[in-house]
């Protein structure tokens, strides 16, 4: 199927003369949640700025639902809708009123029908007359989302729709994002929170420094993180790792105190058990063990600290 959006060699370096994207290139899936996830100044709303013809590329191509984001704007920005950083919202008008008002920025006709659906599905029926500043920081952060699929985009951008918020709220608003998939909208977030992109996302991408370093579905990366290490620490400091033991992947640290045992807990069998048994054979013997599970932050952290 095609993609709704495809990225191709999009570079973007700014007036000042900084680089801020290299040569992007990501396709995106019809009804996926997308979480693009990178260090402050990586270039996620760089990116997403260009995809919603807000920041002008400096090379390459953007096409939403096929359209061309610079050649074909307007029909490309009616296909997308996007929930910024910022609560940018009238505090004096009520929550129908902007709603309604943001369709109309589409040159799409009245539909109460659709804002009506919109607000009950976010939980802001009841708020629709109240104004935006008698709400709750939640509620705010809803209507901003409500306002973004007021003309009924097929494509969704949330840049950072957690930051700041508590963890109550966040839960409230992956519930929220899931729920709107469910209604066929492709989703893309920005986030800093690993443990959202673990949640949320259907597939992952890492930026940093404007660059994609990593792509890959979610289900793989859990994969990779159910990777856990088993430490030993040695009564007795080895040169080498004993050729007996070579099957089993260990690793000596620096200082041939300890070794290292990798395994994959969602492996049907550790390894452990006969690992245990080669060391006991091989008349190793260990003061302590610990098991440690590498977490997504720290593959996250490996990957972009490499990259420095
Ligand atoms: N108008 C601009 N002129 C020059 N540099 C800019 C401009 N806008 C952004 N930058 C720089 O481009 C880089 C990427 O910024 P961007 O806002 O895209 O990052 P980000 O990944 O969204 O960061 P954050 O997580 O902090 O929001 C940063 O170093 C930023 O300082």
Same mark, same amino acid.
């Given at each position: 199927m095609q993609p709704i959006i495809s990225v191709s060699n999009l570079s973007k370096t700014y007036?000042?003369?900084?680089?801020?994207?290299?040569?992007i290139n990501l396709d995106i899936s019809r009804g996926e949640i997308f979480a693009l996830l990178g260090p402050n100044g990586a270039g996620k709303t760089t990116l997403i700025s260009i995809i919603c013809g807000i920041v002008n590329p400096t090379e390459g191509t953007v096409l939403a639902d096929g359209h061309d984001i610079v050649r074909d704007y307007r029909d490309a920005r009616s296909r997308i809708g996007l929930v910024p950083q910022e609560l940018t919202t009238?505090?004096?008008?009520t929550v129908w009123a902007t709603v309604s008002f943001s369709r109309g920025l589409f040159g799409k006709p009245a539909n109460p029908a659709h804002i009506e659906k919109i607000l009950k599905d976010l939980s802001l029926w009841e708020k629709k007359?109240?104004?935006?500043?008698?709400?709750?920081g939640g509620m705010k952060r809803r209507v901003m989302i409500a306002k973004a699929l007021s003309h009924e985009p097929q494509i969704l951008f949330l840049d %950072?729709? @957690?930051?700041?918020?508590d963890v109550e709220l966040r839960r409230d608003m992956w519930e929220v994002v899931r729920s709107l998939r469910e209604t066929g909208v492709t989703i893309i977030l920005t986030t800093h929170y690993i443990e959202e992109a673990e949640q949320m996302a259907d597939r992952v991408g890492v930026i940093s420094h404007g660059e994609i370093i990593l792509i890959e579905d979610k289900a793989e990366l859990m994969h990779k993180l159910g990777r856990k290490q088993l430490t030993l620490q040695l009564q007795q400091r080895l040169e080498q790792v004993p050729a007996e033991l070579s099957s089993h992947g260990l690793e000596l640290s620096d200082d041939g105190n300890e070794l290292v045992y990798t395994y994959d807990t969602?492996? %049907?069998? @550790?390894g452990i058990t006969a690992l245990l048994k080669d060391l006991n054979d091989a008349g190793i013997r260990f003061k302590d063990l610990q098991t440690k599970q590498s977490s997504l932050e720290e593959i996250f952290v490996n990957l972009v600290s490499e990259r420095r």
């Open positions: 007036a000042s003369g900084f680089s801020a994207l290299k040569n009238d505090a004096f008008e007359d109240s104004k935006i500043m008698t709400l709750s %950072e729709p @957690t930051a700041g918020v969602q492996g %049907e069998r @550790t």
